[in-house]
């Protein structure tokens, strides 16, 4: 049965052209079949190999100077047949839904940004129940359905503190569980990566039909093979064969 590649980066703004070329080197050289792409810009495509389609969050709000128009938190890129684009019911802006075909069965994809530090009047505590009540019902007419959750959840989850609030933390933690979810991402499957000592703050969770098909976490740097900045972020791919 053909593999199924699925990863997720956040591309501080995927605005600068420099930047770009070398993200998409490293795309090329991880070859998904599904990106969750945080942080983003419609000008930043995945590489020509296949067809892609994008699930795009609403337009992000230009409340500041910097952020350009197509800009977006999350978009959702394909090559596998998309079945349905789905829009969440609670925060279209910072996230966004699909319903993919893939050769080990259909998958409810969910990309997201989860708040962060300082991000005033936001919690991520209320924001994943929020977030898992637009999950459930997504998928409560879809008995058919695995579900993976992908994205910046602004914690890491295991390890050496590094970001986010315990409370935080726990809450993302107990909610991916109770929805049935496995974090093929947290410390105990990548180990340290971030400077060397951290865990990722950007995940993958996955039903566990799913994820009882994973290879190990391929993790990337924030720079290049050449010392060259790519993003502000690693980023992480999992393939299920």
Known sequence: MQPVKIATWNVAYGISRSKNVRILEEMERVDADIWVLTETHDDLRPPTSGTWKP????????????????????????RLPIIETLRPDYDPVRSTAGILETPLGNLLVFG??????????????????????????????????????????????????????????????????????????????????????????????????????ASSPDVWQRENNRGQVMSDHCGVAIEFV
């Open 112 to 213: 997201t940004v989860l708040p962060w530090y300082q991000d005033h009047g936001r919690s991520v505590v209320q924001e994943i129940a929020r977030q898992s009540e637009d999950w459930t019902k997504m998928l409560n007419s879809r008995r058919d359905l695995s579900l993976c959750i992908a994205g910046d959840f602004n914690v890491n989850l295991g390890g050496p503190h590094y970001y986010g609030a315990e409370e935080s933390k726990e809450s993302v933690r107990r909610t991916l569980t109770e929805c049935g979810l496995v974090t093929l991402t947290d410390f105990e499957n990548t180990g340290p990566v971030q400077s060397g000592e951290f865990g990722l703050i950007d995940h993958i969770a996955i039903s566990e039909s799913f994820a009882s098909m």
């Open 55 to 78: 699930i795009t969050s609403d337009d992000r709000p230009r409340e500041a100077r910097d952020i350009k128009e197509g800009s977006r938190w999350t978009t959702i890129w394909s």
